[in-house]
């Protein structure tokens, strides 16, 4: 089984919708993050969570809000969807280990906002 | 300007070639350094990290890090079909932080039979 799941994979939505992207992962990790993906600008951080009670903004927040249910789960929604939301989703999860820590991606979420 | 510049591709070897891959960055704080691959349709996976300047090999990997030129690179040796996907540079400044990451666009590299 997955250690970062991410459902749904494909959403199809319209504008003015509010939706909900959800994360759940079975790692064991303190800090959840999510991401969005489009075509020649790379990953950029939306929100991120370091327990339960932590949450912040990142690069790229507004239009987006979050809820940590949980250690293992992280939403995101998106209050009402517009066009340019239209991208790739990512969770990800990381610990410290030692000197470095790694992030571990979900498998992705492809929304498309009419 | 974005802080991370990646060539987004694609890059087409021939199997059994050598891929080069490389990122430019502008924010002299960077310490930590990570690439990532994609393949289609999945979440990113940590390739490789590496820590201030100088050389780390891992199998046919091997990535280098200069960073009195704010540059990094990651060289695949003996290329092969499955090494096609997206690379994706990471970086960060924080030390004993959280690890926020910049990430490049990406690039994306055919190896074909």
């Known amino acids: 089984d997955a250690d970062v799941t991410q459902t749904p994979r494909n959403r199809i939505t319209k504008t003015g919708k509010r939706i909900m992207l959800e994360c759940s992962q079975t790692k064991g990790h303190d800090r959840m993050y999510w991401y969005r993906q489009d075509p020649g600008l790379g990953l950029r951080l939306i929100y991120y969570s370091f327990d339960v009670k932590d949450i912040n903004k990142g690069e790229i927040s507004d239009g987006y809000s979050v809820s940590r249910q949980a250690q293992a789960k992280f939403s995101l929604s998106l209050e009402s969807a517009i066009p340019n939301q239209t991208a790739l989703y990512f969770c990800?999860?990381?610990?410290?280990?030692?000197?470095?820590?790694?992030?571990?991606f979900g498998p992705g979420t492809r929304l498309l906002v009419l | 300007q974005k802080e991370v510049e990646q060539d987004p591709g694609p890059l087409s070897v021939p199997e059994g070639a050598i891929v080069s891959l490389n990122c430019t960055y502008s924010?002299?704080?960077?310490?930590?350094f990570m690439w990532y691959r994609q393949y289609s349709r999945k979440g990113p996976e940590l390739l490789m990290y590496?820590?201030?300047?100088g050389n780390k090999e891992d199998g046919r990997f091997t990535a280098q890090v200069d960073k009195s030129s704010k540059y990094i690179s990651l060289f695949i040796r003996d290329s092969q079909p499955s090494d096609s996907a997206t690379y994706l540079c990471?970086?960060?400044?924080?030390?004993?932080?959280?690890?926020?990451?910049?990430f490049g666009a990406g690039t994306q590299v055919v190896v074909t039979p």
């Open positions: 590496t820590y201030s300047s």
């Open positions: 990800a999860t990381s610990t410290r280990d030692r000197a470095q820590e790694t992030q571990y």
């Open positions: 990471a970086m960060s400044g924080q030390t004993d932080s959280w690890g926020k990451l910049q």
């Open positions: 924010n002299s704080a960077f310490q930590y």
